[in-house]
């Protein structure tokens, strides 16, 4: 458990990711949503992955992502069945944006 001030806590959150970064090595962020990512982490994301969103939670999304958000909802709607068989990815390294098929666990 990390103890210490918010300010404390970010400053260790940017030291482990400029860390692995140097390191390549990955770090996964899980979040339900997106406004509980530090706005660093958001501004260094080489991929995203968005499973299906609600009308309502776009009050709520980060202002950098909403755009990335709006399309990934759009993509959504036109999935005809079984949402949580898809995943949309974002990626500009890999110069992907899309609907990707996930095997259900």
């Known amino acids: 458990m990390l103890t210490g001030s918010a300010a404390d806590f970010g400053r260790r959150e940017d030291g482990l990711i400029n860390l692995s970064r140097q390191k390549e090595q990955t770090l996964l962020f899980i979040v339900q949503e997106a406004r509980q990512l530090d706005v660093n982490i958001v501004s260094q994301i080489d ?4 499973k299906e969103l609600s009308d309502l939670s776009r009050g709520f999304e980060r202002p950098q992502l909403r755009a990335v958000a709006d ?10 069945k079984k949402h949580q068989e898809w995943a949309w990815v974002y990626s500009e390294r890999a110069n992907h944006e899309g609907l990707v098929r996930n095997e259900l666990a």
């Open 47 to 50: 991929v995203l992955v968005i």
């Open 71 to 80: 399309k990934a909802r759009a993509a959504f709607a036109a999935v005809e």
